[in-house]
Nanobody
Framework: QVQLVESGGGLVQAGGSLRLSCAASARTFSMYAMGWFRQAPGKEREFVAAINWSGARTHYADSVEGRFTISRDNAKNTMWLQMNSLKPEDTAVYYC??????????????????WGQGTQVTVSS
């Protein structure tokens, strides 16, 4: 397993931007596919974006496609989620997660074996 720590959340106005970071402990970070999920109050945790080990392949949820960008730097054991044009409905706790395999289809919660503690993102209207 890999230990993950998110940071970068906060309060932003609608239309603004935030950049989330996910720092990983494992020296084998480059072997993992990585993902971002989010959970709004009273709702189930949902998929946001995923990236393969090299960064060459990505998946995005339809709701964030074109606004969010996932990226990683294996030399820094870090993954990011650049969030632009934020909307109030993006308000949620955002979690990063690690998966031992890259999924051809959009991954699900159960594909990821390691999770961070989450970082709150609040978008005001």
């Amino acid at each position: 397993q890999v230990q993950l720590v998110e940071s970068g959340g906060g309060l932003v106005q609608a239309g603004g931007s935030l950049r989330l970071s996910c720092a990983a402990s494992a020296r084998t970070f480059s072997m993992y596919a990585m993902g971002w999920f989010r959970q709004a109050p009273g709702k189930e945790r949902e998929f946001v974006a995923a990236i393969n080990w090299s960064g060459a392949r990505t998946h995005y949820a339809d709701s964030v496609e074109g606004r969010f960008t996932i990226s990683r730097d294996n030399a820094k054991n870090t993954m990011w989620l650049q969030m632009n044009s934020l909307k109030p409905e993006d308000t949620a706790v955002y979690y990063c997660a690690a998966d031992q395999y890259w999924r051809v289809a959009v991954p699900t919660l159960t594909d990821f074996g390691s999770w961070g503690q989450g970082t709150q993102v609040t978008v005001s209207s």
